[in-house]
């Protein structure tokens, strides 16, 4: 029997939940054992291969292309797991919300007091995707199926996680584990 | 005017009691057109109370405010009750007429334009507070004029008055009443024997909750101390409610003497009656009233031949739908934010200043002194054995006779829909918006405490109303008035109008519903007071007997949001950066 | 001497004195009900609402609802734990809950609740307000983002230090906490007050010694907040 696949993608995040992935330590060993991974940075496949059982999602959506990129998770993946307080509410790239884009923007390249920027320009580049006007929770943009808090998450945490969605258990933290820092 | 002239004359006028910090600021926001932070500080200087605490009196009530108001204030009611296609229409002709939108105030500081809660016209929407003054039947056309007349300060004399509506004159209420006769039989009786007829009579409160007023008399009157107070709520703050405006526009009498009677019975010489802010227009008149009274002795020291002492003030309130609650309006009249309060104690233990107190609605009182003067067997005469009595209907809405109808307890709700001109209606909303919406089905259910009960509120809604959007109007309502002291109450009515608007939008989901369900329970049942406990009742109600119109907006989701739109939440970028999303299918 | 009565909560026989709160009386008898506005020795709030229990099948704040003989309390329902919760998740979208740098995380008494009632995510949708810090004072600041509106503290400063203080301004779910005069910085509060320890959450916050557990040895890291109440009551 084919191994189930896991996907996984950074979209506003940090890529400190991908290292609290490889926190699981030589549990990695026995993941691989498991499960075969598609689509994620932890093996640079950019495109989904095949059609996957899981998809852990880091970072909530702060451009249009985290949008694309959600979506299409949300497509390729039977559940989607929000691992990460940026996925769950924004994190911290949501302190910008509330505060209108064009400040955000003037703040960040123009105005901010460490700002060093003898161009004045704001980078817009076409290839440069478009932001949204806030950062959405994943779950605003495509339905979740499981959320995982944490700054990033404990490895236990996501160890237990993805042990009881490959086994098709519930997913039950125990309480060390539930921690939203 | 200055500050330091009008704080330091409105405070003496109060005696610098630190419990009428709201007449003081009610007095500085009328004649400087707005409570400053100077003046905050000042008159908690003056009255010797933390500045902190003006601060929040002066935050929570619609009608004071920080900043600099117009010389006149014109308040459109956006109730959902009064403004239909013509509210809008009106709505829009007043923005043009005076250049302005709503929140904003015209260059030369003469007029501001705001939106304001239900202010009682449901009979004769659109309606709208031009300072105190109401201005009902608004139509574009009426919107030019009234316009015209404020610009030139003539609105006094422009005739724009408002009409009565009373269809229906009951054997209580309405009838002719011989002056002082209540209060005459009830002097001639002991207090506990007062007690005993309102008790026989089985009176139940008008003002919506329906508890016996004799038993809640009996607690007051039992409870211990020297000093006690009657309460009379006029704050008739439900959407849909005025017919305490009728009761006090036409027999005052009748509730200050019943207020007289209630004194007597629990021991109280004082009596405060709360008159919302919106019925500010109607003090005058009250005042001459408690003065003819007083005059002819029904009032004032020395009743019943030196066997009763008793006197009335008026207190006004200033734009709070939450203060009819009843321990809200104790906290209002001692000056303060309108919070509820912890009960126990309850007011008849502690209320007003810590004092017993009895609290009853102006209706109650009104009829208290008909029983008294024709006694309780005549009085249960009427309606039901359960809910004895006429009772003071507010018929509004979609229906030939909108206006008061003084009916006995008992009658259904198609008997009332044929009274008034509202057959064909495709909800009937008893109770007000923290009541329920009847269906047609359900049209043969009788009104009063045996199945529908109501402080006397009805809303006819005819088969055009969205009714979901009514819905939404009257959860923005409660939003709005939530006080914020309990977290269900303050956020959740939030929360639920918020999800009730996706659906409305077409973006809900089949498990919206369970959604929703889920949070008004969670409401309904962990909010502290009455507002929270029945705000989510409009979604309630039309989720039990109008699901279909829920079902009919929802869509399917495939693992979408469907509220999520991409191309809205990329404007920003688009205005702010000059260029166009690129939507690449793959 | 006072009265002495009982009742039951979830079936469990309670002792109280008469007129103490529901709430005292089953945290002497090591029942612990879930509680946020609430503190020791201070008058009851009655505003988060978490402590609602079913009295006699009403729903009663168990921290303003006096015990009676003879009445028939439940705390632990499926219903109570799940709107318990809801409201709990309300608090979390209400405000601006940055747990990961917070520096009372790990302290919190919120964030403890949430972890003791097993919340992973608030299921509301966040609402993002803009809101201010009060950094003014020399010693203490006020984040009005993490404020859940306990008015603890208002009540700490009028009871226990004499200082009327901290308010409330507008209304409903515009609401604030707000000081007199205008800022912190121009009122007369210590960084010894008492009602700087008040705060459950990291709203208002003494400068300058966040972070100062590690993480690990922090309040709530290893058992849920009211384990010591259970303990205290039911020796092993
Ligand atoms: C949010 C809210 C608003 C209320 N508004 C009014 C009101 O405007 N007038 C009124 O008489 N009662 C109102 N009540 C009911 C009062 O709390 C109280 O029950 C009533 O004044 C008692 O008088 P009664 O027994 O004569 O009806 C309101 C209750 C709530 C919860
Ligand atoms: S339910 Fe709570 S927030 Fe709502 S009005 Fe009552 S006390 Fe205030
Ligand atoms: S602890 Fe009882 S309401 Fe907050």
Redesign the interface.
């Known amino acids: 029997m084919a191994k189930p696949k896991i996907a996984t993608t950074s979209l506003a995040g940090c890529f400190g939940c991908h290292m609290s992935v490889l926190d699981i330590d030589d549990r990695i060993l026995q993941l691989v054992e498991l499960v075969d991974f598609d689509k994620s940075p932890v093996d640079d496949i950019k495109k989904f291969s095949a059609h996957c059982a899981v998809g852990l999602i880091e970072g909530g959506c702060c451009n249009q292309e985290n949008v694309k990129v959600l979506r299409d998770f949300r497509k390729n993946c039977d559940v989607l797991v929000s691992v990460g307080d940026c996925a769950i509410m924004g994190g911290i790239p949501a302190m910008r919300n509330g505060i209108p884009l064009q400040e955000c923007l003037q703040e960040a390249y123009l105005k901010g007091p460490t700002v060093h920027n003898p161009s004045g320009q704001i980078p817009n580049d076409p290839e440069l995707p478009l932001i949204l006007d806030r950062v959405y929770p994943a779950h605003e943009v495509v339905k979740i199926d499981y959320h995982l808090p944490g700054c990033p998450p404990p490895a236990d945490a996501i160890w237990e996680a993805l042990v009881a969605l490959l086994t098709d258990k519930p997913i039950k933290l125990p309480y060390p584990l539930l921690k939203y820092d | 005017m200055n500050l330091q002239q009008v704080v330091p004359e409105a405070a003496a006028r109060c005696g610098r009691d630190p419990s009428r910090v709201m007449d003081v600021v009610r007095e500085v926001q009328a004649r400087l057109g707005r409570v400053s932070d100077e003046a905050i500080d000042l008159i908690a200087r003056e009255l010797a109370v933390p500045p902190v605490d003006v601060k929040g009196v002066v935050t929570f009530y619609a009608f004071l405010s920080r900043k600099q108001k117009g010389r006149t204030v014109i308040r459109l009611s956006e109730c959902v009750g009064c403004l239909g296609a013509e509210g809008h229409a009106s709505a829009e002709e007043l923005q043009r007429q005076l250049g302005i939108k709503f929140g904003e105030t015209t260059p030369d500081g003469a007029i501001s334009l705001e939106h304001t809660a239900c202010i009682g016209m449901c009979d004769q929407g659109p309606a709208a507070l031009v300072d105190e003054q109401p201005i009902a039947r608004l139509t574009p056309e009426r919107v030019k004029d009234l316009v015209a007349a404020v610009r030139e300060q003539k609105l006094a004399e422009a005739g724009f008055a408002v009409a009565d509506n009373v269809h229906k004159k009951g054997e209580v209420v309405f009838a002719e009443m011989e002056p002082g006769a209540g209060l005459k039989h009830a002097l001639a009786l002991d207090p506990a024997g007062v007690i005993g007829e309102v008790k026989a009579s089985r009176l139940r409160g008008r003002g919506g909750a329906g508890f016996p007023a004799g038993t809640k008399w009996e607690f007051c009157a039992r409870a211990a101390g020297e000093r006690k107070v009657v309460l009379c709520n006029a704050d008739e703050g439900e959407p849909g409610t005025f017919k305490d405006r009728e009761i006090l526009k036409h027999v005052p009498a009748h509730v200050f003497e019943g207020m007289a009677i209630a004194g007597y019975a629990i021991g109280a010489k004082e009596g405060i009656l709360y008159l919302r802010g919106e019925y500010a227009y109607m003090l005058p008149a009250l005042e001459k009233t408690l003065d003819e009274m007083r005059e002819k002795g029904v009032l004032g020291k020395g009743l019943g031949g030196g066997k009763h002492d008793f006197d009335i003030r008026v207190q006004l309130g200033a734009g709070a739908y939450v203060c009819g609650e009843e321990s809200a309006l104790i906290s209002s009249c001692e000056g303060g934010r309108g919070v509820p309060k912890d009960r126990p104690p309850f007011p008849v233990e502690r209320g007003y200043l810590g004092l017993p107190t009895v609290v009853n609605n102006v209706e109650t009182f009104a009829t208290v002194a008909r029983i008294l003067e024709k006694g309780a067997g005549w009085f249960a005469s009427f309606g039901t054995r359960d809910s004895t009595g006429t009772k003071l209907f507010s018929v509004s809405g979609d229906c030939a006779k909108p206006g008061i109808y003084e009916l006995p307890y008992g009658l259904t709700v198609r008997e009332l829909m044929a009274l008034v001109g509202g057959e064909g209606a495709q909800a009937v909303l008893v109770g007000g918006p923290s009541g329920s919406f009847v269906k047609p089905e359900d049209f043969d259910r009788k009104i009063g405490y045996e199945a529908l009960a109501t402080g006397g509120s009805v809303m006819v809604f005819g088969p055009r109303r969205d009714l979901l959007e009514v819905v939404s109007g009257f959860m923005r309502f409660f939003v709005d008035e939530s006080c914020g002291h309990c977290v269900p109450c303050r956020v959740g009515n939030v929360l639920i109008k918020e999800r009730l608007d996706k659906i409305r939008a077409g973006h809900g989901v089949a498990e919206d519903l369970g959604y929703l369900e889920e949070l008004c329970a969670t409401v309904k049942r962990m909010s502290r007071c009455g507002l929270g406990q029945t705000s989510p009742n409009p979604v309630v109600t039309t989720l039990a007997s109008f699901r279909g119109l829920y079902e009919r907006r929802l869509t399917e989701s495939n693992g979408l949001q469907p509220d999520f739109d991409l191309n809205a939440a990329l404007q920003a970028a688009v205005k702010a950066q000059g260029r166009a999303p690129v939507f690449h299918e793959d | 001497m006072s009265e002495t009565i009982t009742f039951t909560i979830d079936g469990k026989k309670i002792p109280a004195k008469k007129g103490q709160t529901i709430i005292r009386a089953a945290e002497e008898a090591g029942v612990y009900i879930p509680r946020l506005c609430w503190l020791k020795d201070l008058i ?1 709030g ?5 402590c ?1 229990v079913l009295v006699n099948g009403r ?1 009663q ?1 168990a921290c ?3 015990a009676a003989g003879g009445i028939v309390v439940q705390n632990e329902t499926e ?1 109570l734990f ?3 919760k ?2 709990v998740a ?5 405000g ?7 520096e009372k ?2 302290n919190c008494e919120l ?1 403890a609740v ?2 003791r009632f ?1 919340i ?11 809101r201010a810090v009060d950094a003014s004072h020399p010693d203490v600041l006020i984040d009005h983002n993490r404020c ?2 306990c008015w603890r503290c208002a009540r700490t400063a009028r009871v226990k230090d004499g200082k ?12 604030q906490l ?5 800022q912190l910085g121009e009122t007369e509060l210590k960084a010894t007050d008492k009602a700087v320890e008040a705060c459950p959450v990291g709203a208002l916050m003494k400068k300058r010694v966040g972070y100062a557990v590690p ?1 690990g040895k922090r309040l709530y ?4 907040i009211g384990s010591d109440i259970e303990k205290a009551g039911n020796p092993a």
């Open positions: 009851p009655g505003a988060c609402r978490v609602t729903p704040a303003t609802q006096p219903e799940r709107w318990r809801n409201i309300m608090l979390f979208v209400e601006n809950h940055y747990c990961m740098f917070c995380s790990g964030q949430a972890y097993g992973t995510a608030p299921k509301y949708p966040h609402q993002f307000p803009q859940i509106l009327p203080i901290f308010g409330v301004v507008n209304r409903g779910i515009d609401s707000a000081v007199g005069p205008e993480v890291d290893h058992e849920p």
